[in-house]
């Protein structure tokens, strides 16, 4: 898994498998792209071309453009074909099953939770339960071979990699961390701009106002999409003629 991070507190998450298997599938297309072009233009070729620019709008989708971004917004979960985009104020909680889950409700206060799962950062069952196995085989380690020494100092590698969560877990946790720390500011400054204004009823107005903007929000990820339905189509058009 990895993370960026920048000094405006943006954040992007995603699994560097897939961006190798992205650049290691377009290094393939180059070269079977150049090899229909060294072998001249006829009708396989372009069909044969057309497969391949398919396949690449398909790994575009799917291995390139999937991620987990948490900005000073909220969080977006940009999924193969359609991005979701959930301020701070509806983010219920992040945890983790097979994928990393945002949980939300909608509307700031709404009383139906949903939840969105993302494809860029998944955790199998078998890895979670070698990553069990691995920590407490590190903990048995660092037991047996950990120096005798007061509480706190003097401890092994051993014992800090067997604290060490799978890295999907990880992921989860710092996001969850950071939908408390956003509750946690939001209700800060509700606190404060309270007690600076004058009249109740106008604070309520505003209150009322600023959270009919956090809603929940789904796109359609529009570059992806034509990214497979252009030569798509282009196929299917060629292969009937």
């Not at 290094?27 to 071309?49: D, E, K, Y």
């Not at 047996?144 to 100092?153: C, D, H, K, L």
Request: aromatic content about 6%; proline content about 4%.
């Amino acid at each position: 898994m990895a993370e960026q991070g920048t000094a405006s507190g943006r954040n992007v998450f995603r699994t560097p498998g897939s961006v190798v298997l992205w650049w290691a599938w377009l290094v393939a297309a180059v070269i079977i792209l150049a090899s229909v072009a060294a072998r001249g233009h006829n009708h396989a070729g372009v069909v044969t071309v057309l497969v391949v620019l398919t396949i690449t709008g398909c790994m575009y989708a799917c291995a390139l453009q999937p991620r987990i971004v948490a900005d000073a917004g909220g969080i977006t979960v940009q999924n193969p074909l359609r991005w979701h985009v959930l301020p701070w104020a509806v983010v219920t909680k992040v945890d983790l099953a097979q994928t990393v889950q945002v949980h939300h409700t909608g509307t700031p206060g709404g009383a139906r939770e949903k939840t969105v799962h993302s494809w860029a950062v998944q955790s199998s069952a078998a890895s979670r339960t070698r990553a069990e196995l691995r920590a407490r085989h590190n903990a048995r380690t660092a037991a047996r071979t950990a120096p005798r020494t007061a509480a706190g100092y003097g401890q092994s590698a051993g014992a800090a990699a067997a604290r060490q969560p799978p890295a999907a877990q990880f992921i989860a946790r710092q996001l969850d961390e950071r939908v408390t720390a956003e509750h946690q500011r939001a209700a800060d400054q509700a606190a404060a701009d309270q007690a600076a204004a004058d009249q109740a009823a106008a604070d309520q107005a505003a209150a009322e106002q600023a959270a009919a903007g956090q809603r929940a929000a789904v796109r359609w990820a529009w570059w992806p999409i034509a990214a497979i339905v252009a030569p798509l189509l282009a196929l299917v058009i060629v292969a009937v003629t």
